[in-house]
Nanobody, 122 residues
């Protein structure tokens, strides 16, 4: 079955950086888009980034564009999220998700991992 294991979260001061990783199994990783989604305290799920299968063109929500970079290593079945210039509003649990074509459908997606907590505060 699909398994997604996120890691790399933690506490960081405003302006700091973190690199998240998500190791995937249970599906042919290279043939799927991979996404990063977050959920801030008391708020709903927010899609923030995706990377296409194959060559891996990236897509970003306006809220993270220019600060976050998504990448993938198909040999390791891993997707990464490099997060720079972090701000308190980036505080959330971060999840990865796979999708066969296009951005993940948040309302119907069911293969969530445990997520990784990112806390940005001074």
């Amino acid at each position: 079955q699909v398994q997604l294991v996120e890691s790399g979260g933690g506490w960081v001061q405003p302006g700091g950086s973190l690199r998240l990783s998500c190791v995937a199994s249970g599906f042919t990783f290279s043939k799927y888009w991979m996404n990063w989604v977050r959920q801030a305290p008391g708020k709903g799920l927010e899609w923030i980034s995706a990377i296409k299968d194959g060559v891996g063109s990236p897509y970003y929500a306006d809220s993270v564009k220019g600060r976050f970079t998504i990448s993938r290593d198909n040999d390791k079945s891993t997707v990464y999220l490099q997060m720079n210039s972090l701000q308190p509003e980036d505080t959330a649990v971060y999840y990865c998700a796979h999708s066969i074509k296009g951005v993940v459908e948040l309302l119907t997606y069911s293969s969530w991992g445990q997520g990784t907590q990112v806390t940005v505060s001074s």
